[in-house]
């Protein structure tokens, strides 16, 4: 049986003695250049070309019109291959933030899930088992990451359902299987909160999740498509995660 | 499955490669187009790529230097935040608690992502010997455990194999007509793992990187199989060896851009997940249960070892695999377990013991390039010096020779009378090297002989201690003149002496009995 006193201890015997030790202390710094204070502008097309080049899909958009015309497009151009009614996820997020959106679906005639903490009562094996035969998730992301084209969606411990101690960008949106188990993924991210590269973002969620001592239970980055190239180094998408991925950038 | 340790049979497993010219093909295209990304992706960092390196190798000095504190810290974190810590000093004692565990649980199937942790200690095996099915879903593993073979490499297992095989593998194995395409074949094993994924109760990852100040576990990946597996199951657990930690989130910076360059050439790999313990209430997302299972496995003699502690800082990114002229040629498999290439010959001699895998040191050129692409400057071709010399006075009597010259076989410890007679005559011909070499008199002569021994017997050399080296290649022919001959030509007048260091001198180095050198 394992224990951890004695293994900390054979540790530090195979240390030898604290002047044997050496390594200092490097610091960790933040090692990138940081920019210029770059325009919100530049961010989002830094964004969007970096999120294209690994096979995102991007788009900005003005106005939740847009946004429905968007999603309808996309389930439009997949309706002939998915049989039965899809089903459609929509994040209590994405819902905060485009409330229209949820009924709009429902209007199509299409099933709408919703997050896991708002079902009644809360089930997460008919959760999941719905997700599974789902079409599409529609989520928020928290913040973004510009020179890598990255997504970062944060899911904070112990997250308010009504979202009254958490906004929808601040680790309040529950993200975590809509943006995973569908096959395509569509993201709403505030371009207002794109970083200029992962330096800043680190240094960003470091101060404002991880420093407090209740790190939020889960971040996750996502930078484009899910993707393999494990026959043949041949890349092919949408392995395990989303074949596809959608980013609509609004101005919050 | 359980992967038999091949390491002291590498002679036939490298032999066996190198006929093999399917596998000289996946693996030069392989290898050239990890290293080619990997080049393009450090470029566009440009000059700070260095002081990233050195950030991080400078950080991994920290952590390892203090690791019983900064392991003491993120345990303390892991269960302040609900989850759980076991302390494994092997393998038996991490596969006693994780099987014991799933049947406390009922677990029947666990999903697992890539873990070279549950490769080393053979969790799979031991999993089903307690009767719970434990499927690989990272598409190259899954095709690997299908075909009851082992990783090849790193980062792409399943790179010896052709789409051909694999449509053969998944028609036999999963009762379907062959599928040509590479895009169907990925489909189908995507429909085939989500049922396993929906129906498993425990997920089983590795951990990239385990974070001292919050109790952070990082998985890195491109397919979605990681976060799938960590987020779905009830039970989560998680294997680590005792060097995975770093003492700050804030170190992230660094490692987060030098890993994905480094093992794919991404800027960024497609998820990153940063797993903080475990939800409080059942409308929240992930796993009922956290297990964290810390492994020391030979690590802590590697801490006490001052010459080979520097193999606990590798981040497993595989850039040393593609770089290197050695694993270029004879691949993963050859290396006879599971961590290949460089520093597999570095970490499987100290963790299988040095007396079972006594010619993984030996199957280099220490050429150097290992060091140059790793992230963490690992110096690897110093360990593997060290490592020559300590498997040397383990066995001194079976170690004569003084080089290599028929392979890589040299170093083994169950010798032929052939070898042990090629070791002697190799000795001496060092000898005899080392003797002409030492004055310019005899070196001109020596040449000269070549020269006529060349003209009346060929380019090829009958039987004799280096017949098999010599019977595949031709030796180059020699210049009628030597350049030694011609330089007071070319030179004029200015250099009349001649005599100059007899290394730069290739043309004649080549010559006769001396090309063995090269």
Redesign the interface.
Known sequence: ????T???A???????GAS???????E??????PSPAAHREELVSQFCA?LQK?GGHTLQVQDAGQIRDYIGGILGAHASSVPGTPSIAISDGAHRLQPGLRAWIKDRGLDLITS??ESEP?D?DGY??AL?ESAMGVSTADLA?A????LVLV?E???Q?DGSSNDAGNGGD?H??IS??PPTHVCLLDANRILPN??AL??HV?ARY?SDGE????????????????????L?M?????RELHVLVYAG | MSHEIQTDRFEDNYRRALANPQLQKALSNATSKFTIARKVSVSNVGEEWEELRDRARAIKEQAIANLDRYLGEFSGNVERLGGHVFWARDGGEANDYITRLARDRGVKLAVKSKSMMTEEIELNHALAAVGVEAVETDLGEYIIQLAGERPSHIIAPAIHKTREEVSELFAEKLQVEPLHEIERMTQLARRVLRERFAAADMGVTGANFAVAETGTIVLVENEGNIRLTNSLPRVHVALMGIEKVIPRFADLATFLRLLPRSATGQQMSSYVSFLTGVKRSPAEEGPEELHVVILDNGRVDMLANPHLRESLYCIRCGACLNICPVYQKIGGHAYGWIYPGPIGSVLTPQLVGRERAADLPFASSLCGACRQVCPIKINIPDMLLHLRHEIKEEAPAAHTGAGHAEGFAGAGKYQTVTQRASKLAEHAAIKFWAFAMRSAQRYRVGASLARIAQQAFGNKLGPGPISRWTSTRELPPLAPRSFRDLWPELSGASHTSGDGNSGSKPGAKRGGALGRQN
């Not at chain 1, 054979?10 to 030898?16: C, S, V």
């Open positions: 049986m394992g224990d951890k004695e293994m900390l054979a540790i530090r015997a195979a240390l030898g044997s030790r050496g390594g200092g202390h490097a960790p710094g933040v090692s990138e250049t970096e690994v896991l903490r809360i997460p999941k088992r599974f990451i020179d890598t084209g990255t899911s411990r112990n997250a359902p529950q975590r299987l995973l188990v992962l330096a680190i240094t470091n991880y790190p939020p239970l889960a971040m996750t980055f996502i930078t484009g498509p899910s993707r393999t190239a494990d026959i043949e180094l041949t092919t949408g392995v395990h995660g989303p």
